[in-house]
């Protein structure tokens, strides 16, 4: 009887190497959650056929062929292309587009002989903090289902929580991995910008996207990212070898950053910030130096991300259209065309995050706008720059309060936004962070704390993670 | 703003709303550019910061794809003639 939900990649490996187990049984474990908890959660839009994929991995690891991954069942969320696989991004108008390539982020879990499950829900274009936003439906979180589970990531998390999958990989633009690990209690890492190609990636905001791992623990997180981060000729801003290399820092995490100024704020939940000092107490105890320091400018991160992320979605969204794939709605001319099948296929917050990105950028606002954004996100990623220069990574929860209810906020878009208040920092300066779960909130819910490390030195905040997060459950 | 901006905005980005929807746009962008709105009292001046990417060029030449590649592509068309992708007449003859 394997244990699926207690289960880590790590772990499956070394009993899948020893034949305790086989891949068969491993997937089919897999599939029979699958089969006993989407109904409700409505983690997964399909369930991929992987006969041939589970006899392959098995003869990889019979053959002593194996890879870390070899027979590892993953999902991917639903903006990754996987050739001959439909990918909707949640969206009504790629409801049947089917990928004509797989992005070279698939085409790696495949040749190392992971078992991709099924393709997960997310927010529409990953648009969203709750996974409400996709047009199949709200995922439910599996920690309680009157919840959600966070977002855009949201199916990806939930799948892994509820034993659909022993990994999952969402995409991140404002904390759409963060987040919803955070929610529902895992692990969840975004790389610095560049590190994973973006090829195969269905572009939201370009500047911010990166593909990251969402795992139980931080080393599990370390095995993905080592298969994903890899140079790619397909994606312009991928980051060539050698500035990989050059930017390697091995040396151990000392001191730890806390902006207290950008922490406590005004709508934290209380439980969250002593949760957090708890835990910078406990880091202190285990002998690293709690360093308190200003970030003037990261609270305006937020703002920032609300310009010059629609600005991206509404140019990035335009290929939409329906003439060369996705749904048409026929007109009589083909502006009519193109107006029906966007205005019908697109859902809410998609159709809101377009027109506020056509605003921005529409002459008389640029100016003031998009060109002071662009500016501020430069300014906010000097100030990053230099404090890690006296830091080696900064702390903060990863959300302002645990999951919320189904339905609590999408009256309110402003409401719903500032889920992403301490995330979107990242994405801004375009910094590796993680978010790591720390104890529980007296409603049940998972608590969390995030931290952020300087540009390229991805591997040295996770092991920095490996180190501590058992220290601070 | 009114709702003719939004109207305007709904052009420019080519998405048909009805009333109701550009309404509800209309209160949505109201409570947004407040929020976003707080980045116009920080003065930072034009900052130019170091990136270590440079510009990615290569060949203009064409790549044929495989037939299966093109297979799925074509089954993509959401209208097709002869293996055409096919739309609607841009250019009318009036007369």
Partial sequence: MINIQELTVKEAHKKLLSKDITVEDLVGECLKNIKEKN???????????????????????????????????????????????????????????????????????????AVIVGRSNMDEFAMGSSTENSAYGVTKNPLDTTRVPGGSSGGSVSALVSGMCLFALGSDTGGSIRQPAAFCGVVGFKPTYGLVTRYGLYSMANSFDQIGPITKDSHDAKIINDFISFYDKNDATSIKEEIRQKNKN???????????????????????????????????????????????????????????????????????????????????????????????????????????GTYVLSHGYYDSYYKKAVNMKNAITKEFDDMFEKVDVIATPTTPSPAFKIGEKTSDPVEMYLSDVFTSTANISGI??????????????????????????????????????DKIK | MNIDDITKLSELARIDLDTEEKTALLEDFKSILAYVDQIQSVETGDIDIKYDDENTFREDTVVSSDAETIKIIKESFPDQEDGFLKVNTVLRNDD
């Fill in chain 1, 39 to 113: 109904q409700e959660l409505n983690a997964l839009l399909e369930v991929f056929d992987v006969k041939d994929d589970v006899k392959r991995a098995q003869d990889m690891i019979d053959s002593g062929k194996a890879t870390a991954i070899t027979g590892i069942p993953v999902v991917i969320k639903d903006n990754i292309l996987y050739k001959g696989h439909i990918s909707s991004s949640s969206s009504k108008i790629l409801s049947n587009y089917k990928a004509s390539y797989s992005s070279p982020v698939v085409q790696k879990l495949l040749e190392a002989g």
């Fill in chain 1, 250 to 356: 091995d040396k151990k995490v000392k001191k730890i950053g806390v902006p207290w100024g950008l922490v406590d704020i005004e709508g934290i939940d209380k439980e969250t910030l002593e949760n957090f000092k708890n835990n910078i107490s406990l880091l202190e105890k285990e002998g690293y130096e709690i360093v308190p320091i200003d970030l003037p400018l990261a609270p305006y991160s937020l703002a920032v991300y609300y310009i010059i992320m629609p600005a991206e979605v509404s140019t990035n969204l335009s290929r939409f259209d329906g003439i060369r794939y996705g749904n048409r709605v026929s007109d009589k001319d083909l502006s009519g065309v193109y107006k029906k099948s966007r205005g019908e296929g697109f859902g809410k917050e998609t159709i809101r995050r377009v027109m506020l």
């Fill in chain 1, 432 to 469: 590796p962070a993680i978010s790591v779960p720390t104890g529980k909130h007296s409603n049940g819910m998972p608590l969390d704390i995030h931290f952020s490390g300087r540009k390229y030195e991805d591997e040295r905040l996770i092991d920095f993670c490996i180190d501590i997060e």
